[in-house]
């Protein structure tokens, strides 16, 4: 069992079984990831089960930033995972209800990238959050336009760099699937997982996953198979019909 064994210090771990001894035993922390794919393939819940399975093991304190859902659809997702009671002293949930609150003006065309740092530097100082997740950049760019999205993006990815977090930024491909973001977004970030579905014969389909690029880090840049079972992501080589 890989899960927790002979892993650096300096890494995150995804706690997908068979996984993370493909990327060098986690992302290395402060790094900045992309997790993308088309609409379906369980991008928020294994970016919910990393962020869970690191506060239950690690002990360390972590942020889920929800644009789209809920925090109660959220933890109803988690339920559904079947993964155990959140513990709100450092598991932090906001979602976009939260964050219109706390800054009234948001609404009328303000600057939400600069409303995302707010939040995260509010929560890095006070909290001790060490490993956030944005779900996600595609919601972001709907809800207001953004001027130079290009120059906004560069600034934020350099912001949460220098802020020390590591960063799960969850995004929708484009273009079947060939391209990360509008904006080229994996230029930007330490690394990049793509997932997708593959049609296996004439009636299966399966999930799979890779790792495109992990800064600092040996991987294996092939699709493997993933699989959720139990309460446990896992992935294996790809599975012939």
Known sequence: MEFGANVSDDRV?????????????????GHVVLLAGTP???????AVNLLYSNVRKKGVNVLYISIEESKESLLSAMEMLGLGTVDENKFFIV????????HTDA????????????????KVENEGVEIVVIDSLTAIYSLAAIPNPRQELFHFFGFLKR???TTILISETQQNGLSFGPYNEDFLADGA?????????????????RAVKLRHSKIHHGYLTLL???????ATPPISE
């Open 40 to 46: 379906g393939t369980m991008k928020s819940s294994i």
């Open 107 to 122: 609404d009328v065309g303000r600057d939400w990238f600069k409303i995302l740092k707010e939040y995260l530097k509010k």
């Open 228 to 234: 959720y079972k139990d309460g446990r992501f896992s």
């Open 163 to 165: 802020l020390g977090v």
């Open 193 to 209: 997982f793509l997932l997708k579905f593959v049609d296996v014969g004439e009636t299966d389909v399966q999930l799979r996953m």
């Open 13 to 29: 771990q995804t706690y997908i079984d068979g996984f993370d001894s493909k990327i060098g035993g986690g992302i290395k922390k």
């Open 95 to 102: 979602d976009i209800g939260k964050l219109r609150l706390e």
